[in-house]
């Protein structure tokens, strides 16, 4: 009787097994679910052993628009972060591309395990950042200023803007004071095609990267609650000062 209970309870556990192993693959809204699915990522992909450049050109990434310093810079953040256990989420990797005009799609959400690009989409920059182009970047409260650097994401909440993602900035004195800014990502009706049509850039935030309206949902669902956000722009000031490139 006692072997017969034994052999019993192994195919419970092991069925058990089986059917949480689907709905971790499938993601959930957990901080540990998403933790073990990122571990999974590691053990499946080995991100740590690709460089920079290989990933670039196997995911043909300079055919989708994101420049070749973007990323190499992006993955050398990444790298470190995901070293140093920083990341809740390593399957997903956001860059901002503010080398490009806001009149092009200038933000790229990678999903590293499948390898491609899921979203590419116009992002508004701050206001008093520049007009067409960004050129001018603050950590500072009430500039109405882009930060640029590394960030992760948050919680996502419903605000005054709608669906929105919650920011931290992880960069000392670049944009660590990202939260307290209120700096979010969030849906804006000027981040459009139409805008562009009608002035020939897009409207500006008060220094959130806005998205369009009508894919904000998608897009904060896809990387909220601890995937990397990166900024970009060829500043050397900013490489002067950031510890993460």
């Known amino acids: 009787m006692k072997l017969k209970a034994f052999k019993q309870i192994r195919i419970i556990v092991v069925g058990l097994m089986f ?10 809204s957990s901080l540990s679910s998403i933790k073990e699915y990122s571990a ?45 256990g920083e990341l809740p989420r390593e399957d997903i990797i956001t860059i901002a591309d503010f080398s490009k005009p806001s009149s092009e799609k200038r ?3 990678i999903d590293l395990l499948h390898k491609k690009v899921v979203f590419k989409s116009l992002v508004a920059h701050g206001k008093n950042s520049g007009q067409l182009y960004a050129n001018s970047f603050s950590n500072q409260p009430e500039t109405n200023k882009s930060s640029l650097g590394f960030f992760l ?8 803007n709608g669906f929105s993602l919650r920011l931290k900035g992880l960069e000392k004195n670049i944009n660590d004071k990202a939260y ?3 700096i979010v990502m969030h849906g ?34 896809t990387i909220k609650n601890g995937s990397l ?17």
């Open 40 to 84: 999974l990522l590691k053990n499946s992909c080995n991100t740590t052993t690709h460089t920079a450049s290989e990933i670039y050109e196997s995911m043909q990434l300079a055919a989708e628009g994101l420049s070749s310093d973007a990323f190499q810079k992006a993955w050398q953040g990444y790298q470190q972060l995901s070293h140093n």
């Open 188 to 221: 804006a009706p000027y981040v459009s095609e139409n805008k562009i049509r009608q002035q020939g850039f897009l409207g500006r935030s008060l220094g959130c990267p806005a998205v369009p309206a009508s894919s904000a949902k998608n897009i904060i669902k």
């Open 229 to 245: 956000i990166f900024i970009y722009h060829p500043s050397s000031q900013y490489v002067k000062q950031s510890q993460l490139i």
């Open 19 to 28: 059917v949480q192993i689907p709905i971790l693959i499938a993601g959930t």
């Open 107 to 109: 933000l790229f959400i």
């Open 180 to 182: 307290e800014r209120a």
């Open 153 to 160: 994401t948050l919680n996502s909440y419903n605000g005054e």
